[in-house]
């Protein structure tokens, strides 16, 4: 049985943002709900081991050391539910010009 980093180093268990705030922080879906858990991270004592141990364990997914695990990998951040949104910029630039039906009637 492994010995998790707070227990050999002998760090009070309240000193660590993941044990004094809302555990569902960490797993939540809203992406400021998960960048808010992951500044909380920033200054844990035991972020380098949590963050060790979560990629040694492939953690399915969640905050851990503060990333952002999915599928046992690391991701930058997580995408805010539903189709993303147009940029109205790049649907103009991209919008290809088609000729009025009054055009092709007058021209005939």
Known sequence: MRT???HQEGI???ELPCRSE???????????????AKALCQGC?????C???ALERR???GVWGGELFLSGA???RKRPRGRPRKDPGQAA???VPVPSPRAAVTAA
């Open 4 to 6: 998790s980093a707070v």
């Open 12 to 14: 009070d268990e309240s």
């Open 93 to 95: 630039a991209l919008a």
């Open 59 to 61: 953690e399915p997914w």
């Open 51 to 53: 963050l060790a141990g």
């Open 74 to 76: 690391v991701i930058p």
């Open 22 to 36: 809302n555990p569902e922080l960490y797993f939540a879906e809203s992406p400021s709900d998960v960048e808010l």
């Open 45 to 49: 004592p035991v972020r380098v081991e």
